[in-house]
C-alpha cells in the first residue's frame, strides 16, 4: 500500500507535554501543577446566556465571521483596554479559540520560504502551525537574566530579508513574563524599521499583575501591521468552549475569514452567545479571578525565597518559571523524580522550547490549599537532593 | 489593601497572619494594624464558622419569620428591631423593603419552641401587627457556600 500520510504532518515532533502526559498517567494519586487553564468554572451569568441561547433555539450557524453583536462587543472591549479603533464588519473575525486564530493567521500571510520569528520558551503551537503554513520557523530564545522579555537586540539579530512575521506571546505561556510599554516600543521600532506584521498572542492580558497590560497594536504605526489575538479561555475561565478571537488589517482579516469559512464555517453559537454576555457582565469576574491568582503568585514566590529556589518574578498568566540548575539534572529528568518521588506534575520547562532547559513550569491556576500542599512536598524534595549531594 | 484583607478573611477566618501578610504583599505587622482597626471601627464584628449542622446529631430548627409592625414617630423601626434582636434564640434581624417591615431568622431547639417564641413572644409586642413564620426545611447554600459533594478536579492532570 501506498504511504498514506504527509511527510510535512509526520515530520513535526509530537508535543513534549503530550510526553510527559503519558508518564503522569501511570502515576496513582499524583497532584498537578501542571495545567495551562483555570481552576474557576466559567462564572454562572455567562454559562447561563449559553443555556439560555439553546433554549430559544439559537442553534443554527452565525455569520462565518460571528455574531454582529459579539464583534460589536470585541470593538467596545478593544477601545475601552486598549484604546483601539477596529470596524467590526471588516477588523474582527471570530475564531475556535485563539489557536484557530495563530494557524488560519499564519496560513493566510505565509508564503513559502518566508521566515517566522517565534520567541521560546513559548505555547507549543505557533511552530508547527508556521510549519504547517509553509513557513520556517526561525527559533529566539530568551533569557532568564532578560526575565524572558524579547529584547530588540534579540529580534535585530534574527531579522533577515525573508523575516515577515513575529510572534509575539506575552503574557507568556510558560515563563509568566511581561513586556510593559518601554519593552514594546523598542520592539516595534525594529518591526517598523524592517516592515515586519506581529502576531500578537494577548490571550493572558486581563491576567498582568503589574500595571495594565499593553499591545503593541496600540502604539504608533502599530496596528496596521499586528493580528491581535485574544479569546475567552484565560480571562473568563471559558477554555472548554472553545471562543477566541482576531482583530487585525481589513485585507489580513478577509483572507482569514475566507480560511475560516472553508474549514470551519463559524465559531460554536453558544459559545458566542456566551461570549456576549462575558464581554457586556464579565469585568468584575476577571478582577475577582485576577485577585486570587495574584494572591497565589506572592505565595508562590515567597515560598521559592524561603527554599532558596532561584525565580524571576512573574507578572503575568498564571505561571511561575523556578530555575533548577543548581540541581545539575535536566528539567525532563527533575521532573520526572518530582513525579515518582512526591507525586507532583510539574511540566519541564523543555516541553516549550530548548531553551527552557533547566526550568520548570509551575502553574498557580490551583487553590491556596492545593499549592500548600504540592509546596510543601517540593521542599521535601529539594531538601533531600541539597542533601545528597552536600 | 483594606478590601482584599475583608474579602479573603470573609472566606478564611483562620487563616494565618504570616501567611495573609504574604498574599496580599504587605509586611505581617500591616495586616496585624489593619485587622485592629476594623475591629475597633467596628467592620469586624466576629469570627464565626460556618457549620452544616444537618450532618450533626444536634437538633435545630431554623425559621425565617416576616414581622408587620407599627413604625413609631422618631424612632422608625429600630425601637421594635432593638426590642426583638435582644432574644438570644434571634439569630438575625433584617428591615425589608416590600411587604412587610421585619425580617427575623430564628433558631431553636425544636419546633416547639419556636412556635412558642412566636405566640408568646413575638406577636403579644404591642407594635407587631401580624407575624408569618416559614420553617427551613434544608439548607442548600449558606454564606455563599454551597452544601453538598465537593467537586472533583475535572481537568486533564498535564494542559499545555
Same mark, same amino acid.
Given at each position: 500500500?501506498?504511504?498514506?500520510?504527509?511527510?510535512?504532518?509526520?515530520?513535526?515532533?509530537?508535543?513534549?507535554?503530550?510526553?510527559?502526559?503519558?508518564?503522569? %498517567?501511570?502515576?496513582?494519586?499524583?497532584?498537578?501543577?501542571?495545567?495551562?487553564?483555570?481552576?474557576?468554572?466559567?462564572?454562572?451569568?455567562?454559562?447561563?446566556?449559553?443555556?439560555? &441561547?439553546?433554549?430559544?433555539?439559537?442553534?443554527?450557524?452565525?455569520?462565518?465571521?460571528?455574531?454582529?453583536?459579539?464583534?460589536?462587543?470585541?470593538?467596545?472591549?478593544? %477601545?475601552?483596554?486598549?484604546?483601539?479603533?477596529?470596524?467590526?464588519?471588516?477588523?474582527?473575525?471570530?475564531?475556535?479559540?485563539?489557536?484557530?486564530?495563530?494557524?488560519?493567521?499564519?496560513?493566510?500571510?505565509?508564503?513559502?520560504?518566508?521566515?517566522?520569528?517565534?520567541?521560546?520558551?513559548?505555547?507549543?503551537?505557533?511552530?508547527?502551525?508556521?510549519?504547517?503554513?509553509?513557513?520556517?520557523?526561525?527559533?529566539?530564545?530568551?533569557?532568564?537574566? +532578560?526575565?524572558?522579555?524579547?529584547?530588540?537586540?534579540?529580534?535585530?539579530?534574527?531579522?533577515?530579508?525573508?523575516?515577515?512575521?513575529?510572534?509575539?506571546?506575552?503574557?507568556?505561556?510558560?515563563?509568566?513574563?511581561?513586556?510593559?510599554?518601554?519593552?514594546?516600543?523598542?520592539?516595534?521600532?525594529?518591526?517598523?524599521?524592517?516592515?515586519?506584521?506581529?502576531? &500578537?498572542?494577548?490571550?493572558?492580558?486581563?491576567?498582568?499583575?503589574?500595571?495594565?497590560?499593553?499591545?503593541?497594536?496600540?502604539?504608533?504605526?502599530?496596528?496596521?501591521?499586528?493580528?491581535?489575538?485574544?479569546?475567552?479561555?484565560?480571562?473568563?475561565?471559558?477554555?472548554?468552549?472553545?471562543?477566541?478571537?482576531?482583530?487585525?488589517?481589513?485585507?489580513?482579516?478577509?483572507?482569514?475569514?475566507?480560511?475560516?469559512?472553508?474549514?470551519?464555517?463559524?465559531?460554536?453559537?453558544?459559545?458566542?452567545?456566551?461570549?456576549?454576555?462575558?464581554?457586556?457582565?464579565?469585568?468584575?469576574?476577571?478582577?475577582?479571578?485576577?485577585?486570587?491568582?495574584?494572591?497565589?503568585? #506572592?505565595?508562590?514566590? +515567597?515560598?521559592? #525565597?524561603?527554599?532558596?529556589?532561584?525565580? *524571576?518574578?512573574?507578572?503575568?498568566?498564571?505561571?511561575?518559571?523556578?530555575?533548577?540548575?543548581? *540541581?545539575?539534572?535536566? &528539567?525532563?529528568?527533575?521532573?520526572?523524580?518530582?513525579?515518582?518521588?512526591?507525586?507532583?506534575?510539574?511540566?519541564?520547562?523543555?516541553? *516549550?522550547?530548548?531553551?527552557?532547559?533547566?526550568?520548570? #513550569?509551575?502553574?498557580?491556576?490551583?487553590?491556596?490549599?492545593?499549592?500548600?500542599?504540592?509546596?510543601?512536598?517540593?521542599?521535601? *524534595?529539594?531538601?533531600?537532593?541539597?542533601?545528597?549531594?552536600? | 489593601?483594606?478590601?482584599?484583607?475583608?474579602?479573603?478573611?470573609?472566606?478564611?477566618?483562620?487563616?494565618?497572619?504570616?501567611?495573609?501578610?504574604?498574599?496580599?504583599?504587605?509586611?505581617?505587622?500591616?495586616?496585624? +494594624?489593619?485587622?485592629?482597626?476594623?475591629?475597633?471601627?467596628?467592620?469586624?464584628?466576629?469570627?464565626?464558622?460556618?457549620?452544616?449542622?444537618?450532618?450533626?446529631?444536634?437538633?435545630?430548627?431554623?425559621?425565617?419569620?416576616?414581622?408587620?409592625?407599627?413604625?413609631?414617630?422618631?424612632?422608625?423601626?429600630? +425601637?421594635?428591631?432593638? #426590642?426583638?434582636?435582644?432574644?438570644?434564640?434571634?439569630?438575625?434581624?433584617?428591615?425589608?423593603?416590600?411587604?412587610?417591615?421585619?425580617?427575623?431568622?430564628?433558631?431553636?431547639?425544636?419546633?416547639?419552641?419556636?412556635?412558642?417564641?412566636?405566640?408568646?413572644?413575638?406577636?403579644?409586642?404591642?407594635?407587631?401587627?401580624?407575624?408569618?413564620?416559614?420553617?427551613?426545611?434544608?439548607?442548600?447554600?449558606?454564606?455563599?457556600?454551597?452544601?453538598?459533594? %465537593?467537586?472533583?478536579?475535572?481537568?486533564?492532570?498535564?494542559?499545555?
Amino acid at each position: 500500500m501506498r504511504n498514506p500520510l504527509a511527510d510535512k504532518v509526520v515530520e513535526i515532533k509530537p508535543s513534549g507535554i503530550r510526553k510527559f502526559f503519558d508518564v503522569v %498517567k501511570e502515576i496513582k494519586g499524583a497532584i498537578s501543577l501542571g495545567v495551562g487553564e483555570p481552576d474557576f468554572d466559567t462564572p454562572w451569568h455567562i454559562r447561563e446566556e449559553g443555556i439560555y &441561547s439553546l433554549e430559544k433555539g439559537k442553534t443554527h450557524y452565525t455569520s462565518n465571521a460571528g455574531l454582529e453583536e459579539l464583534r460589536q462587543e470585541i470593538c467596545h472591549y478593544m %477601545k475601552r483596554k486598549n484604546g483601539l479603533t477596529y470596524d467590526w464588519k471588516k477588523q474582527v473575525l471570530v475564531t475556535v479559540g485563539g489557536s484557530e486564530a495563530i494557524d488560519i493567521g499564519l496560513r493566510a500571510m505565509i508564503n513559502p520560504g518566508d521566515e517566522v520569528l517565534i520567541p521560546q520558551p513559548s505555547y507549543v503551537s505557533y511552530e508547527p502551525c508556521a510549519v504547517l503554513a509553509g513557513a520556517t520557523p526561525v527559533i529566539i530564545n530568551l533569557k532568564a537574566e +532578560n526575565e524572558f522579555r524579547l529584547t530588540a537586540q534579540e529580534l535585530e539579530d534574527a531579522i533577515t530579508d525573508k523575516t515577515k512575521i513575529l510572534i509575539l506571546p506575552f503574557p507568556n505561556n510558560p515563563t509568566g513574563a511581561i513586556m510593559e510599554r518601554k519593552d514594546l516600543e523598542a520592539i516595534a521600532e525594529v518591526i517598523i524599521k524592517h516592515d515586519i506584521y506581529v502576531m &500578537s498572542d494577548e490571550i493572558y492580558a486581563e491576567l498582568t499583575y503589574k500595571g495594565e497590560h499593553v499591545s503593541i497594536a496600540s502604539l504608533p504605526g502599530m496596528q496596521e501591521r499586528t493580528l491581535l489575538i485574544n479569546g475567552f479561555s484565560k480571562a473568563y475561565a471559558m477554555t472548554g468552549w472553545r471562543m477566541g478571537y482576531v482583530c487585525g488589517p481589513e485585507n489580513i482579516i478577509a483572507q482569514m475569514t475566507k480560511i475560516h469559512q472553508f474549514a470551519i464555517m463559524c465559531a460554536p453559537t453558544t459559545g458566542q452567545f456566551a461570549a456576549v454576555d462575558a464581554l457586556k457582565n464579565g469585568d468584575p469576574d476577571i478582577a475577582e479571578m485576577r485577585t486570587a491568582y495574584n494572591q497565589r503568585r #506572592r505565595y508562590l514566590m +515567597n515560598a521559592f #525565597r524561603e527554599m532558596g529556589l532561584e525565580c *524571576f518574578e512573574p507578572y503575568g498568566a498564571f505561571y511561575v518559571f523556578p530555575c533548577i540548575k543548581e *540541581f545539575g539534572m535536566t &528539567s525532563e529528568e527533575f521532573a520526572t523524580r518530582f513525579l515518582e518521588e512526591e507525586k507532583v506534575a510539574v511540566v519541564p520547562g523543555t516541553a *516549550f522550547g530548548d531553551c527552557g532547559e533547566g526550568f520548570l #513550569r509551575i502553574s498557580y491556576a490551583y487553590s491556596l490549599e492545593n499549592l500548600k500542599i504540592a509546596i510543601g512536598r517540593l521542599e521535601h *524534595f529539594v531538601k533531600k537532593l541539597r542533601e545528597n549531594k552536600g | 489593601m483594606r478590601e482584599e484583607l475583608l474579602a479573603v478573611i470573609e472566606k478564611n477566618s483562620r487563616i494565618d497572619l504570616k501567611e495573609l501578610a504574604i498574599i496580599l504583599g504587605v509586611e505581617e505587622i500591616d495586616v496585624v +494594624n489593619e485587622l485592629a482597626a476594623l475591629e475597633a471601627e467596628g467592620i469586624i464584628c466576629g469570627y464565626h464558622t460556618l457549620i452544616n449542622w444537618e450532618k450533626t446529631n444536634i437538633e435545630k430548627v431554623t425559621a425565617l419569620i416576616e414581622v408587620r409592625v407599627t413604625p413609631q414617630r422618631g424612632q422608625g423601626f429600630d +425601637n421594635v428591631a432593638e #426590642r426583638i434582636q435582644k432574644y438570644p434564640e434571634v439569630r438575625s434581624v433584617y428591615l425589608i423593603s416590600g411587604g412587610y417591615d421585619l425580617m427575623v431568622i430564628l433558631e431553636g431547639k425544636t419546633l416547639r419552641e419556636v412556635s412558642s417564641f412566636v405566640s408568646d413572644k413575638l406577636s403579644t409586642l404591642d407594635q407587631v401587627l401580624s407575624t408569618a413564620t416559614h420553617f427551613i426545611l434544608k439548607k442548600y447554600k449558606d454564606h455563599g457556600t454551597v452544601f453538598g459533594q %465537593k467537586t472533583e478536579d475535572e481537568r486533564e492532570m498535564i494542559t499545555p
